[in-house]
């Protein structure tokens, strides 16, 4: 017998910021943010962002020094839809892997959809878009409540297509670009296997200029220097201003907020005694010093234009994190997606792409899952902080506290 299987595929890219545009939809008044903030459930939250930093750690961990970088949003709203469909002990093992103990479905999709609603609220300075589509083969019965749950929850477009063609194939590559600004054009190679039952997608396009931009003027070549201790030469962007910030005597940290504040790029930065490595081991052992709110202090802000073009299987992570049971063909339980049986999770990809200059940050995220059938007063002088050495970075949403981007810089 044929086994089914579930392809992940997740791709998150940060580009360059040029003008924003607001969104179609109409903003959100005070009242009505601070009433969806009040349906956002904190633990989820954090067992977002914590499963974003376990993640981190493997791929920092089982990689070779490189950039690093990850969309923590991206993937729990994929694995959440996947989450919808599964069954038994493969839904025990992911809500635990995944940290939604005591988090009933319903909470968990009420959650998502209020979150969407609060991170797609449009901004003069940030464009935040937000999709999911449900891609099914024709002729495969899926069941009500799980496209249900898709539709209302999640907002997913759903469609119902032979999925095994290039027409099909070119469908859902041309849904990825139109949703992600044009800047993720090809999330399918190849026509689907005809095995394919179905696919899930998620994305994210975020387009944020910083509320205080760089210069262009004061922008002037500096040297950054690398894990190895050599040097190369990086375009270090520079402005003095009030910002969130912190510091111990093992790292500094700083927000520098987009549009009107509601999103900003948190930035650590080890101290010259220590390294990336001994933060990141604090950082995945206890993140709660970072994810507190910061005294504004005036900043003399040193930050490279910097790229990372990342991409990566998930898999064997996410295995080791503890979500086992999903992967396995004889034993995965997805049984809740569809009544079609021995659907299993075969693939997870991930890539991201990140592009920071003077004005801001552009970015965008897609996470899709193939089932297959088979200000105060400033103090006298500034604070330094300059980025001339590897660092840690995310980008969050201030009000739910929800980490949008994570990643390190260990070559810009």
Not at 32 to 37: I, K, N, P, S, V
Not at 117 to 139: Q, R, Y
Not at 192 to 212: D, K, Q, R
Not at 255 to 283: A, F, K, N, T, V
């Amino acid at each position: 017998m044929h086994k089914l299987r579930v392809l992940i595929c997740l791709l998150a890219l940060i580009l360059p910021a040029c003008s924003v545009t607001s969104q179609a939809s109409p903003a959100l008044s005070s009242e009505e943010r601070q009433h969806t903030a009040s349906l956002i459930n904190p633990q989820i939250i954090q067992a977002e962002n914590s499963l974003g930093l376990q993640l981190h750690r493997q791929l920092v961990e089982s990689g070779t020094g490189e950039n690093v970088m990850i969309s923590p949003y991206s993937i729990s709203t994929a694995l959440a839809l996947a989450y919808n469909g599964s069954a038994g002990e493969t839904a025990s093992e992911m809500t635990k892997t995944l940290g939604w103990d005591d988090i009933t479905l319903e909470d968990l999709n009420e959650h998502n959809e209020q979150l969407r609603k609060l991170l797609s609220d449009s901004d003069d300075g940030i464009e935040l878009n937000i999709a999911n589509s449900v891609w099914v083969k024709e002729g495969t019965e899926f069941k009500q409540p799980f496209l249900r749950a898709s539709k209302d929850s999640y907002n997913a477009d759903i469609y119902s297509l032979k999925l095994s063609n290039t027409k099909t194939m070119d469908k859902i590559n041309n849904w990825v670009k139109q949703h992600t600004n044009n800047k993720i054009t090809q999330i399918l190679a190849n026509p689907l296997s005809p095995l394919t039952e179905s696919v899930l997608i998620n994305a994210i396009y975020f387009n944020g200029t910083w509320e205080h931009s760089f210069s262009e003027d004061n922008t002037q070549e500096e040297s950054f220097v690398l894990t190895d201790g050599s040097t190369q030469q990086v375009q270090m962007m520079r402005q003095t201003y009030s910002f969130p910030y912190a510091e111990t005597e093992d790292w500094q940290s700083i927000r520098l907020p987009y549009g009107d504040g509601r999103m900003s790029m948190l930035i650590i930065l080890p101290s010259e005694q220590s390294s990336l490595g001994e933060l990141q081991q604090e950082l995945w052992k206890d993140p709660s010093p970072w994810q507190q709110t910061f005294d504004e202090n005036t900043v003399n802000i040193g930050l490279p234009r910097f790229q990372i073009e990342y991409k990566q299987q998930l898999k064997t992570v996410l295995q080791n994190i503890g979500m086992k049971l999903a992967f396995q063909p004889e034993v995965a339980d997805f049984s809740r997606m569809s009544n079609e049986r021995q659907l299993y999770i075969s693939s997870i990809m991930h890539e991201t792409l990140l592009e920071v200059n003077e004005k801001g940050a552009e970015a965008a995220a897609v996470t899709s899952i193939l089932v297959d059938a088979g200000s105060s007063s400033a103090p006298p002088e500034p604070v330094n902080m300059t980025l001339n050495r590897p660092f840690f970075f995310a980008i969050e949403d201030t009000q739910s506290k929800a980490w949008l981007f994570l990643g390190s810089v260990t070559q810009p």
